[in-house]
C-alpha cells in the first residue's frame, strides 16, 4: 500500500536570527548560517539552519537527521560544509520532538517526519523563493526521504544514507524481547534513549508505533519513486543496517547509484568515511545539475516543440537514460527510453500528465 504523508502546511514567516553551530562539533559550516522556524501540519514549531552559499545561489539541497539525533549531528555538519564548497545552499532542521522542535519525540513516526519534511520544502520553495534541488537523510532519515519522494516525487534527487529497506529488523534489537512482551501486554512502556549530543530523551514506546513501523513496505515505497535520481550511500561495516538493505535499494528503484564505503560504520565516525561519503554526496548532486542543465540547453534549445517529438519512439535514440533539466523552460527533462521529453514543472521537477503519472 503506497504511504500517506500528510501534506506540509503553507510555510509561516520565519524568525530568522544568526547563530553559530553546536559547539559539540569541531565542524563547522563555511559561510553564513542564519536560524530559521517554521510550522508543520500539525502545528508544532520546526526549527532549523539555512547555510547560505557563496553569491546566493538558488539551489537548496534539505538536510535530515536520524533517529534521536539532531540537525547539528557531525555527518549533517560535515555535509553542510562540503554542500557550501560546491556552491549549494543547504537547509538542516530538527524533526517534531527532536532538538528545538516541538512536538512529541516517537519511535514509529515515519511518515509523520516525511510530512515534515514536506514543511520544510515548501518553507524553502514559498517564503525563501528558492528551489529544492535535492534532499538527503541519514539512517531513518533516509527513509524519510524515499517515503516523501514515493509520495511527491518532485525533488530532482535523492539521497539515502544509511537506510533501512527491511523494517522488520532492528526492533528485537533495539528493545530487547522482553521490552516487546511487555509493550504488547500494556500498550506502552517507557523508555529513555541518549542522543548523540549525550542528551536523554524519555519517551512511551507504544504498539501503535510498533505497528507504523512494520507497516512501512520500503520495497514498494522505492518503487514509486519515478522522478526523482536516487543515491544510497552505506558502510560495508554497518552493524545496525547492513548493506544488504542498501543492495536491495538498488535492485527497486528506477534510477539509482550505489556507493559503498569500505569500513565505515552507521555513523560514520571515522573522519575520513564521513568525509569520502559528504564530498561523494556533494558531487553527485552538483555534478547531477550541471549534467541536466547542459544536456537540456543542448537537446531541447528552451522549446517544448522541439522536444516533444520524440515522445512515443520518434526521435534519434541517442539521449542518455537519466533526467535532465533545462533552465531555459524553467522545469525538467526526463529520458525514457533513450529519448528526451521537455515538461512542465512540477514543484522543483517537472511533470508529464498520462506518461509517468505525475
Not at 512511551?204 to 515505497?221: F, H, I, Q, V
Request: hydrophobic share 40%; net charge positive; aromatic share 6%.
Amino acid at each position: 500500500m503506497a504511504p500517506r504523508i500528510p501534506n506540509g502546511a503553507p510555510a509561516a514567516k520565519p524568525a530568522v536570527k544568526a547563530t553559530a553551530a553546536s559547539g559539540k562539533s569541531s565542524i563547522q559550516p563555511i559561510g553564513r548560517e542564519t536560524k530559521v522556524q517554521f510550522r508543520n501540519a500539525a502545528g508544532h514549531r520546526l526549527v532549523g539552519k539555512f547555510v547560505e552559499a557563496a553569491g546566493n545561489p538558488e539551489a537548496v539541497v534539505i538536510l535530515c537527521h536520524g533517529y534521536a539525533s539532531t540537525k547539528d549531528s557531525a555527518l549533517l555538519l560535515r555535509l553542510a560544509q562540503e554542500l557550501n564548497k560546491v556552491g549549494l545552499n543547504s537547509l538542516r532542521f530538527d524533526f517534531a520532538g527532536n532538538g528545538e522542535s516541538e512536538g512529541p519525540f516517537e519511535f514509529g513516526n515515519y511518515l509523520s517526519e516525511a510530512s515534515d519534511l514536506r514543511a520544510a520544502v515548501l518553507f524553502v520553495r514559498d517564503t525563501l523563493k528558492k528551489k529544492v534541488v535535492a534532499v538527503a537523510g541519514h539512517s531513518k532519515g533516509g527513509d524519510v526521504v524515499l517515503l516523501y519522494a514515493a509520495t511527491f516525487d518532485d525533488v530532482p534527487f535523492v539521497v539515502n544514507i544509511s537506510g533501512r529497506f527491511d523494517m522488520k529488523r532492528g526492533i528485537k534489537e533495539r528493545f530487547g524481547e522482553e521490552m516487546l512482551s511487555k509493550v504488547e501486554q500494556l500498550g506502552q512502556v517507557q523508555q529513555q534513549v541518549r542522543t548523540e549530543g549525550g542528551a536523554v530523551i524519555k519517551f512511551m514506546l507504544t504498539k501503535k508505533d510498533l505497528a507504523d513501523r512494520l507497516s512501512l513496505d520500503m520495497e514498494a515505497a522505492g518503487r514509486k519513486i519515478t522522478i526523482s535520481e536516487v543515491l544510497t550511500v552505506h558502510g560495508t561495516a554497518d552493524t545496525v543496517i547492513p548493506p544488504e538493505d542498501a543492495q536491495q535499494f538498488a535492485r527497486v528503484i528506477r534510477q539509482h547509484q550505489l556507493f559503498l564505503i569500505p569500513g565505515a560504520d552507521h555513523n560514520y565516525r571515522t573522519p575520513a568515511h564521513a568525509e569520502l561519503a559528504a564530498k561523494k554526496i556533494a558531487d553527485y548532486i552538483k555534478s547531477g545539475l550541471w549534467h541536466r542543465g547542459t544536456e537540456a540547453r543542448r537537446r531541447c534549445r528552451g522549446r517544448g516543440t522541439e522536444a516533444q517529438r520524440h515522445v512515443g519512439g520518434a526521435g534519434d535514440g541517442a539521449f542518455p537514460k537519466r533526467a535532465l533539466q533545462t533552465s531555459d523552460m524553467g522545469g525538467w527533462g526526463r529520458a525514457q527510453d533513450e529519448r528526451y521529453v521537455c515538461r512542465v514543472q512540477k514543484g522543483d521537477v517537472a511533470s508529464s500528465t498520462g506518461l509517468w503519472g505525475a
